[in-house]
Structure formats: C-alpha cells, structure tokens
C-alpha cells in the first residue's frame, strides 16, 4: 500500500518552511496512516491540507491552472518572497509499499518574466537500501524549465550525494546528450549508467513531467509516483453544505464540501449496513446531548439523518443541527 511517509513544503502560502515526517535527509519519525494536525488559528493548517490539493490539480490540469484558481501566483508565494526569483516548491517523501526502496520527489514552481506560472525544476531520487547511511542515491529523473533526463525501467540511474543542484542537473544533461551522440557516431564510451538514460524535452513547461511520463510502463517509478497523486482525495467539509436537502441517489464518496453528505449516508446504509448501524451508534457516543441517530427515507427515495437529543421526544433533522454536531 503506496505510503506519504513525509513532507516538506517552501514558500506556499504562510508555510515558508515546514516539515511534517520523515524526508530522506532526517531522522523524524515517518507520517502514520492517520495524521491529525493541530494548532491555533491561523498557524497554517489549512495550507497544508491546501498544499495537497495544489499538488493534485498541477498533476491533473497544470501549474498555471493550479495557481489561477487560487487566486494567482502571487497570492500563493508566501509574502517577502521576490516573484522574478522565488519559486514555492513541495518535496514528498514516499514509498510505493513496504518492500520497495523510498523515492523522494521534489518540484519547484515559479513565475516567468510574463507572469506566468511553470515548473522550475522536478526531480524524482530513490534510495537504496545499501545506501541509506553512505547518502548515496539513485537521481531517476532531473527537469529543469522542461528540459530533463529520465532513466528507463528499473535502471539504478545517476549515483549522486544528497540534493542535486539545478548546475549539477543541466551539466548532467548535456553529458547525456553529449553520450547519446558519441554513441550515434559509433565511439567507445564508457560512462556511469548514461546507457540506460534518456533525454526529455517537454512541449509546455507548464506541465509536470511526472504527468507525462507517467503514462508510459517503462518508467515504472514515476507511474506508481503518479498513481499515487492521482488517488489522493481531498474534501473542504463545510457544515452549510452538509446541511442542504439532498437529491435521492446513493454516492460513495462525499463531495469537496459535503452537500452531498445524505447520499454517501445512503449509500453506506445500503451497502454496509451492520457497519453503519455500529458507526451511528458509536458517533452518537461521543456526542454530549445525543441519544440517538437514526434515518428516514422519504416518499421521494431521499435519506434523511435524524438526530435525538436528550430532553426532546421529537427528534431534529440535519439542516437543524449545530456545525459542531
């Protein structure tokens, strides 16, 4: 099961840098399976949960897209920062699952002298087993401004120490390119695992390069990578939404803001039912006040959740019901 074991997030939003888990070049415990994050108001814990959300739409639809319906680059870099050479950048520290080696994939995102946004630079590192006390790794793809190099299939790519500068990365694509050539006029080379190499020019750098070569089997890293954000959900739950009257239907899952909260009960009553009986039971546990939850079905096939509190025969309905209940 793919695992976010951590997360380091630059300059997005009021989030200069934080760090939550465990990254490649820290001893910090990693992220678990279920991760509650606390604080005062206006700490940042919605930019964090934003920050996932950012990520997901510069994978689905591109970084100007991600960044226009947030208001714009500018409203996203955190404050201070100069727009012309500032960039916010994500680093996710993942595993595919428990057997396979961590990868760390990075990704920085800038403006252009135009004002609009594209990916600076985007890396995606494995470290293996055999190397993770030596910091030694395996570089598997470097971009910078849509021009990178990608190693192929299960290759053991470029051994490289830590980070890998944006120098570093353009040298390196040029001695790939610089192989490939020598290669093409038929002269003895022999260097460090550039066979297994090749070189990327992406059409638009407004575009991830894991969107692209995430499509392709031979690159087996960055397809579980960007499965991986694929698969993320992500739900603002507001309790006015949730409060509306809902259409008769059954949906598995809830809606970015919970309007559809009646039909995901619906269809949980539908499918699991013991199970649900056994989750109102125990919500209505561990709310002060509350005897009892229960449903109705209308005469139009809608769901309704009926809440009983304690002091009243007559029991309240969801669109009556305080936010914190």
Not at 265 to 280: A, G, S, W
Request: aromatic share 10%.
């Amino acid at each position: 099961m793919p695992q976010l074991l951590g997360i380091r997030i630059f300059n997005f939003k009021g989030l200069k840098d934080i760090t939550l888990g465990k990254l490649r070049n820290n001893n910090a415990k990693p992220l678990t399976n279920l991760s509650v994050v606390i604080g005062k108001n206006g700490a940042g814990k919605s930019s964090i949960f934003e920050a996932f959300g950012f990520m997901s739409d510069c994978l689905k639809n591109g970084v100007e897209y991600a960044c226009d319906v947030r208001g714009g680059f500018s409203k996203l870099i955190s404050k201070g920062c100069d727009l012309t050479k500032s960039s916010i950048t994500f680093v996710f520290y993942f595993k595919n699952n428990e057997d396979d080696n961590p990868i760390t994939y990075a990704v920085s995102i800038g403006q252009d002298q135009n004002t609009r946004p594209y990916v600076v630079q985007e890396s995606l590192i494995q470290t293996d087993d055999e190397f993770i006390f030596q910091d030694e790794h395996s570089l598997i793809m470097f971009f910078y401004n849509g021009r990178g190099v990608v190693w192929k299939e299960l290759s053991t790519g470029k051994k490289i120490k830590s980070e890998i500068t944006y120098k570093e990365g353009l040298k390196l694509i040029n001695d790939v390119e610089n192989w490939s050539n020598r290669v093409a006029e038929d002269l003895s080379v022999d260097e460090d695992n550039l066979d297994d190499a090749q070189i990327v020019n992406l059409e638009d750098n407004r575009h991830l390069a894991i969107t692209s070569l995430g499509a392709f089997k031979q690159h087996p890293r960055i397809v579980a990578f960007r499965k991986f954000i694929e698969n993320w959900y992500i739900s603002y739950f507001s309790p006015d939404s949730a409060r509306m009257l809902p259409l008769a239907g059954v949906q598995k899952h809830i809606s970015l803001h919970g309007e559809n909260l009646a039909n995901v009960v619906q269809y949980m009553q539908r499918e699991h039912p013991d199970r649900f009986k056994t989750v109102l039971e125990r919500i209505s546990s561990k709310i002060p006040g509350i005897e009892k939850i229960d449903t109705e079905t209308t005469s139009d096939g809608r769901l309704l959740l009926k809440f009983y509190s304690q002091g009243f025969e007559e029991p309240f309905y969801a669109q009556q019901m305080s936010d914190g209940t």
